[in-house]
């Protein structure tokens, strides 16, 4: 009894503007935060990047990647995750329509789609390997390497999040309705992020 | 009906049926937040309230202890080195805590000293005051002066101190790895660090974890202040201690990540065999090293000092908040140009960004380049310039309360004042060429981290204890604290000019008792300083015992002050009790009705008007009807 | 000033030092005046508005512009030091002078924990190195089939100098990062490995004497505290003789 009671007033402390925007700043806190993550993630992703443009620029010569990696593995890969931006939005806005069912669907859709980029980018390494090139073989791969398998962190992270809203938090659905579809809109906006890293990286490593 | 009768509460005029409602409403209130602080006293575990809390209040008392415990044993690495340098080669029985492998006999080796000197850096930095600045009293102070219950996301808070930990745990662990903690510096240069020991894994493991955690923790302090500051807190009426807070999470956000992408770079040449920072023929020690090649060690340096130029000024900025308040506080008066304190600390942010290269001058740089960080860097000095004349000028017309914490906080003025104007030499690169890796170098930076932002520290410590604990420490060891401290440290870092300009470098094993240009000077002036630094360490004990008796006499609920011993007018200490009602702060969210710092306003008996005060009505005409906003009488009773 | 932080620093033995000392008593001028403005100022507010002679504090405070008008004076010198001072002598601290001044050039080749410093020897020109050549006895790996490089000159820790006569160093590094610093040229350079940066400088007088080093400026790992060279200058006599009875590179590497 005490218990319950003392749980209640733990879990009564209420922080504003949790599920609803703040007028001034036309963000609710969650959505706010996911900006403000996505700008050390350019950040961290822009420091990357401009290492490889001064190891590439200052190196005497610089393989081409077309020549050995997989351009269409990359190709499909680039498909797969526009593919599963989509989804996500499509998930959001059932939420947002009240239909948790198609809500979900389109979540293990998003997953499924996630999945399959690994899938993918795991035959991609595999080949690699077995043409004896590591991370070690040169700057160009260990470039291709290090970028890619961040990426891939990433992808995972984001597979984790929506494995774990899409089978336990929608238990939220009932008890706080509009906080479970903010948070799929804020893990919406990492995937899209995450989508658009991709995008930046298959030209720059496949293509140029 | 008749007329009502009005009493003056304060500098309130209110109805006297309707204060006493309010009153007795008040009354409830409190008695109903203490009923749930007391039930989560009860009824959550120990381990729940004191190690995984949610409360920003906890977490910051986490982490204020856990930095200090960390201060204390970066100042302890540093004792140990000072002794080598005082007199070197000599044998010390407490260096034996080092092990047989580090001081055979008590005599510290080479390459055990470079150990101490990198891990010196790193915990002071990264483990001591970011945490205690940021963390403790950021995460304390800064939701209570906005008026917030907690901070946005209090779970995340929980995350960020537990990445602090074990970040800090791995850092210690390399002690005791083969071949020791890091020794390439807190700077990490690569070669060097490529092909150093296994403590640099550790070291880049740890940073990650660290730089994880500062992460969390800017994002949940921007979100705090921007989303949960309460109605009528406008960004102009924050105190400023607010700003800094705000601005120094903007950096930490924005400068951290690349060097975490330079931990990644790091960890693939070491652990990946990647060259990224290994040119290609290198030969070390006579063989030749089997990489690929082709990489660029000056890589490493421009992403490290991209970082490492804000993050020293997010280890100032604090420190000037911190300051900030104290000293309007004890001047009893508004701070000099708020506005353009506020101004100059955006403006300084801003810069922190384009400043980096200042750092490698002496890399091989063109004159354009050169010229470009030279002018950056001088911009950046008139910010600086501008927040300190405010606080000097703040004190013209005051009536200055010298307290413990004000001793602090007044004498970080100067001793940032030396720290900075020493930046100048180093700022102009052909100045620089002469001082440049001389302890010149580390003279300017002590007299900004140590003089400066530790004792802003410790002055926020004598300041805010009331807060933590419902007691004050002890005035009379308080000021035995800090003159001998003050004299102490002066005695260290001053020297330290000398020395650089006799062109003795840093990281020298033996003070530069090898070199003919430095062995005279080093002779001279290293015992004294290793002296001074001996004292420097048992002026702290005073203040230890200091704050653990009264943290403990606290604890059992021996308070000795009110709520707001030093008569402030921010929220932190006016709308709420000392310590602070349980998880959630306020009884009611206060509203904010006026600037930070309405010290001695004219005509105002009290002396000075806390921000949720709304300004005295003047007496209401006789009629029924009239809003008195309870908050305000339910704040006097609080 | 340069008087007063002339006690501590070394002799000055180069051409451009002069410039950087005067730099550096400047900027230590303006540093005092600040500090010495501020600070009488700081001791006399704290005197004059202590709570007991001024119970009573005024809102209003300082109604003066003065530290405006201070801000913009020390802007304006930090500029004038920036243009007519330091990027000027850094500009000129950069240009290598020319062919016509007949400098002698030197590689220095830094590695744990000495100092390489080799000489083109007779000819003037510096012969081929090649890594996988590099023995305990051939630190440079110098490859003695480029007949140019027979004649070189290689020492350890033996840095010789001509007076008066304009000098280039092209400081680079074998293995890690180490500084190329010579106190009593005014002269710095990080030793950088994979990067050739060239320094110059001129010595206007000679040791007589005195024991002048290379330092090392840059943490490169443990024997870093004990990694010297000495740099003499000598008269060209004396420089000339000092090369001739060097061993060339074909004796001290043999075959
Ligand atoms: C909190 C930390 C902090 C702060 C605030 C600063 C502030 C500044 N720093 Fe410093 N700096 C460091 C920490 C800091 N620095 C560290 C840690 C290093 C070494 C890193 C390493 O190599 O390990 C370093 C190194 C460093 C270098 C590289 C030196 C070298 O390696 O050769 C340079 C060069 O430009 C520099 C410049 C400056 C400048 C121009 C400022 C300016 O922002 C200063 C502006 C302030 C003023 C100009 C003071 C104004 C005061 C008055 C006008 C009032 C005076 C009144 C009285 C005294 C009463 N710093
Ligand atoms: C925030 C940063 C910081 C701080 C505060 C300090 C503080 C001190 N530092 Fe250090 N130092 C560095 C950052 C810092 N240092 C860095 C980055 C380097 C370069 C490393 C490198 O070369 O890579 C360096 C290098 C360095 C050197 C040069 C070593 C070398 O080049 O070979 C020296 C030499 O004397 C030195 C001395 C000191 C001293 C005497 C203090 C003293 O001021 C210590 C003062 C500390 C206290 C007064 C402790 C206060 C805390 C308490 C009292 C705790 C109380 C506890 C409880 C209540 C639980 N430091
Ligand atoms: Cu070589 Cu330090
Ligand atoms: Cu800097």
Redesign the interface.
């Given at each position: 009894m005490a218990d319950a009671h003392a749980h209640a007033a733990h879990h009564e402390l209420e922080i504003p503007y949790n599920v609803h925007p703040r007028p001034d700043t036309g963000l609710y806190n969650a959505k706010f935060g996911i900006w403000l993550f996505l700008a050390s993630e350019v950040m961290l992703f822009g420091a990357l990047f401009s290492s490889y443009i001064l190891l590439r620029t200052s190196a005497a010569h610089w393989p081409r990647g077309w020549e050995f990696l997989s351009v269409t593995a990359a190709t499909i890969n680039t498909f797969v995750l526009i593919a599963s931006s989509v989804t996500v939005i499509m998930a959001w806005s059932y939420l947002r329509l009240g239909n948790l069912k198609l809500g979900r669907i389109y979540i293990g859709a998003t997953l499924f789609l996630a999945a399959l980029f690994l899938v993918f980018k795991g035959i991609e390494y595999s080949h690699e390997f077995h043409q004896h090139r590591f991370p070690s073989t040169n700057t160009f791969m260990a470039i291709y390497f290090t970028l890619t398998g961040l990426h891939g962190l990433h992808v995972i992270g984001g597979m984790v999040v929506f494995a774990y809203f899409l089978f336990f938090g929608h238990k939220m659905w009932q008890t706080e309705r509009e906080r479970y579809i903010n948070r799929i809109e804020v893990v919406g906006l990492y995937w899209h992020f995450v989508d658009l890293v991709w995008i930046f990286l298959f030209p720059s490593l496949y293509l140029m | 009906m008749g007329l009502r009768r009005q009493i003056r509460v304060g500098n309130q005029w209110l109805y006297a049926d309707e204060a006493r409602k309010a009153l007795l409403e008040a009354e409830r209130v409190m008695r109903e937040e203490d009923r749930h602080k007391l039930l989560h006293g009860h009824v959550l575990p120990w381990y729940r309230r004191w190690l995984f809390s949610t409360d920003h209040k906890v977490i910051g008392l986490q982490y204020g202890f856990t930095a200090l415990c960390f201060l204390l044993m970066g100042f302890g690495l540093m004792i140990l080195m000072r002794l080598q340098l005082g007199w070197p080669g000599h044998a010390f029985s407490i260096m034996k805590v080092l092990g047989e492998g580090r001081a055979p006999g008590g005599v510290l080796l080479p390459e055990a000293y470079n150990q101490l000197g990198a891990m010196h850096g790193t915990i002071m930095i990264f483990l001591g005051v970011v945490p205690l600045a940021v963390g403790a009293f950021g995460n304390y102070v800064t939701p209570l002066m906005i008026g917030a219950p907690d901070m946005a996301f209090p779970k995340l808070n929980m995350v960020s101190y537990w990445c602090y930990v074990p970040g800090g745990l791995i850092m210690l662990a390399s002690f005791f790895v083969p071949g020791g903690a890091a020794n390439s510096g807190w700077t990490s240069y690569p070669p060097l660090s490529d092909i150093a020991t296994m403590g640099q894994t550790f070291w880049l493991f740890g940073m990650v974890f660290l730089i994880t955690s500062s992460l969390l923790g800017s994002i949940n302090f921007i979100v705090t202040i921007l989303q949960l500051r309460v109605k009528g807190m406008t960004l102009m009426r924050f105190p400023f201690f607010v700003w800094t807070q705000l601005v120094t999470s903007f950096l930490l956000l924005l400068a951290f990540p690349p060097l975490e992408a330079a931990a990644v770079l790091q960890l693939m040449d070491r652990l990946a065999g990647t060259s990224f920072f290994l040119p290609s023929g290198l030969v070390v020690s006579g063989e030749i090293l089997k990489n690929a090649g082709g990489g660029n060690p000056l890589l490493w340096q421009h992403l490290f000092w991209f970082l490492a130029h804000p993050e020293v000024y997010v280890l100032i900025l604090p420190a000037m908040g911190i300051v900030s308040e104290i000293i309007a506080n004890n001047t009893r008066k508004p701070l000099w140009g708020y506005r353009s304190l506020v101004g100059a600390l955006v403006f300084l942010g801003f810069m922190s960004f384009v400043v980096w290269a200042h750092h490698m001058f002496l890399t091989g740089m063109g004159t354009t380049i050169s010229a470009f960080f030279q002018t950056t860097t001088m911009i950046i000095s008139i910010p600086s310039v501008i927040i300190l004349s405010a606080l000097f000028i703040s004190l013209w017309g005051g009536s200055i309360r010298f307290n413990t914490p004000m001793l602090f906080a007044l004498a970080f003025l100067p001793m940032f004042g030396i720290g900075g104007l020493t930046g100048l030499p180093l700022g102009l690169a052909s100045a620089d060429i002469h001082l440049h890796d001389t302890y010149y170098v580390i003279g300017h930076f002590h007299y900004v981290v140590a003089p400066g932002t530790i004792f802003a520290l410790l002055a926020g410590v004598y300041y805010y204890f009331p807060k933590f604990t419902g007691r004050r420490l002890n005035e009379f060891w308080g000021k035995v604290h800090f003159w001998v401290s003050f004299v102490c440290i002066n005695g260290i870092f001053m020297p330290m000019f000398a020395q650089g300009l006799a062109g003795v470098s840093r990281r020298l094993y033996d003070g530069g008792a090898q070199y003919a240009h430095a062995k005279t000077i080093a002779e001279q002036t290293n015992p004294f300083m290793s002296i001074c630094a001996v004292g420097l360490l048992f002026a702290q004990v005073p203040f230890i015992i200091n704050f653990f008796w009264n943290a403990f006499q606290g604890l059992r609920g021996k308070r000795t002050v009110d709520s707001n011993p030093w008569q402030a007018t921010t929220l932190d200490w006016a709308a709420t009790t000392s310590p602070p009602l349980g998880h959630g702060n306020f009884a009611r969210a206060p509203v904010v009705y006026r600037g930070p710092y309405e010290y001695s306003v004219p005509g105002d008996p009290a002396g000075f008007i806390p921000q949720h005060v709304p300004d005295t009505p003047a007496p209401p005409p006789a009629v029924i009807g009239g809003v008195i906003p309870a908050t305000a009488v339910a704040q006097r009773e609080i | 000033m340069e008087k007063f932080?002339g006690q501590?620093?070394?002799i000055d033995a180069s051409e451009h030092g002069a410039?950087?000392d005067r730099?550096?008593g400047i900027?230590?001028w303006?540093?005092l005046i600040?500090?010495v403005v501020?600070?009488a100022?700081?001791v006399y507010?704290?005197w004059r508005?202590?709570?007991k002679r001024?119970?009573?504090?005024?809102?209003?405070?300082?109604q003066s512009h003065v530290?405006t008008y201070?801000?913009g004076g020390?802007?304006i010198v930090?500029?004038v030091?920036?243009v007519a001072?330091?990027?000027p002598?850094?500009?000129r601290?950069?240009k290598p002078p020319g062919k016509e001044k007949n400098p002698l050039e030197v590689h220095v080749v830094a590695?744990?924990f000495a100092w390489n410093v080799h000489y083109p020897g007779a000819d003037g020109v510096f012969g081929r190195r090649n890594?996988?050549l590099?023995?305990?006895s051939n630190p440079l790996?110098l490859d003695l089939t480029d007949p140019r490089a027979q004649d070189d000159v290689v020492t350890l820790n033996q840095f010789h100098v001509e007076l008066d006569r304009d000098t280039i160093v092209k400081v680079s590094s074998?293995?890690?990062?180490h500084?190329f610093?010579l106190?009593?040229m005014?002269?710095?350079?990080?030793a950088?490995?994979?990067?050739d940066?060239n320094i110059h400088f001129k010595p206007i007088r000679t040791n007589n004497g005195?024991?002048?080093?290379i330092?090392?400026?840059?943490?490169?790992?443990?024997?870093?505290?004990?990694m010297?060279g000495e740099i003499h200058v000598d008269k060209k006599a004396d420089f000339d003789a000092w090369l001739a009875k060097e061993p060339t590179a074909k004796v001290s590497i043999g075959s």
């Open positions: - | - | 932080l501590w620093m070394p410039e950087l730099l550096l900027v230590h303006l540093m600040l500090f501020w600070g100022y700081f507010a704290l508005f202590n709570a001024n119970p009573q504090a005024s809102y209003h405070g300082a530290s201070a801000e020390i802007a930090e500029v030091l920036l001072f330091s990027i002598a850094w500009y601290w950069t590695e744990q890594v996988k590099t023995t305990s790996g074998k293995d890690v990062i500084s610093k106190p009593v005014r002269a710095e350079q990080d950088i490995p994979g990067l940066v005195d024991r002048w080093e330092a090392c400026a840059q943490l490169c790992g443990l024997g870093h505290y004990r010297r």
